[in-house]
């Protein structure tokens, strides 16, 4: 400040108020000794005389903190209008989502009753009429109708008394098991014959499958013989349904 206003003696003693544009108005200066009473005297007769200039600087800052407090309670309205309508979106949204599942939960539920009905209609179908296409045509391939279940098993019974010297076991999909003694020259047919002679369930449509190694035994090995097919003199057989 000293070397702004640039004092030719000191003690140095100046009234300065602020005007625009960030300056300032020296009002009063004293340079030198002076007395306490005459300093104060001076000073009370510049904020009379000058009283304006710290008037206005004082209204100015109040006008600014005014337009800085409407300015922030704008910002604060505006933040607290913009987060309602982010609330009553979402509320929007929510509401959307949740018809949205319930209209969904609905159609599975419908789903879920025409394929239980249709399943039901299946197994009923099945249980009244169950010779299937695929045991037709393997009884055609033997020549033969399909026999009744206890009959179809007490037949191949009789009929591998002989030669009993090829162990399978059959795996089916419900985890049921059932082991039967075939002859090495038996073929492949032989042993779908034999599941069709059981009578089970839900054993439509199906193919064998080994295991180790893995190999399929469907239709087109049906006339290999049971050595040459490599399930001599034990195997392990899984119903695969189709």
Not at 163 to 184: A, M, V, W, Y
Request: glycine residues 6%; contains cysteine.
């Amino acid at each position: 400040m000293a070397a702004t206003l640039q004092p030719a003696s000191f003690p140095f003693c100046a009234v300065i108020a602020p005007v625009a544009g960030n300056n300032m108005a020296v009002l009063q200066q004293m340079e030198g000794p002076i007395d306490p009473a005459e300093l104060v005297e001076i000073l009370q007769r510049t904020m009379e005389e000058q009283g304006s200039a710290f008037g206005t600087t004082v209204r100015g800052r109040e006008e600014e903190h005014m337009r800085a407090r409407i300015k922030e309670e704008e910002r604060i309205k505006a933040r607290a209008k913009e987060q309602e309508k982010l609330r009553a979106d979402r509320q929007l949204r929510e509401e959307q989502d949740a018809a949205y599942f319930v209209a969904l939960q609905r159609d599975q539920e419908k789903e879920n009753l025409r394929n239980a009905r249709a399943q039901k209609s299946i197994e009923a179908s099945n249980q009244t009429n169950y010779q299937n296409p695929g045991q037709m045509h393997r009884e055609k391939q033997l020549g033969k109708p399909r026999q009744s279940s206890s009959v179809g098993e007490a037949q191949y019974k009789e009929t591998t008394t002989h030669g009993k010297d090829t162990q399978i076991l059959i795996r089916f999909p419900g985890g049921e098991r059932r082991e039967h003694n075939f002859s090495c020259i038996d073929k492949i047919l032989s042993i779908y014959r034999y599941i069709d002679s059981l009578g089970l369930p839900g054993i439509a449509n199906y193919r064998l499958i080994s295991s180790f190694p893995r190999r399929l035994y469907s239709f087109d090995q049906m006339g290999m013989t049971l050595k040459d097919a490599g399930l001599h003199p034990r195997a392990s057989l899984f119903v695969e349904l189709l």
